[in-house]
């Protein structure tokens, strides 16, 4: 699985559909999430948010790291196709 071409997130209002990419000042436990994804010859219907101050990822720093989150409306296969927001967080 690849990563999106471009991830946006907001606080959860007004939402991550009015977000930035990489926002350094969200103060929202349960940030919302959206992202633009990559053509892969398959429908997308579920998302994993994952979250690490480190940009390779390893998981050992992941802060967050959500479950598999079944998505709806599904997004069919297609470069710039952007999914509904997904709320995820931590207390």
Do not use: C, H
């Amino acid at each position: 699985m690849q990563p999106p071409d471009t991830l946006y997130s907001n606080d959860s209002t007004p939402g991550a559909q009015a977000g930035e990419t990489n926002p350094v000042d969200l103060t929202d436990i349960t940030p919302a999430f959206s992202a633009i994804v990559y053509p892969n010859g398959y429908a997308i219907d579920e998302v994993k948010i994952q979250v690490s101050q480190d940009s390779a990822f390893p998981a050992e720093t992941l802060e967050w790291d959500s479950p598999w989150m079944t998505i709806s409306p599904t997004v069919p296969d297609g470069a710039g196709d952007r999914i509904a927001d997904q709320e995820y967080g931590q207390e």
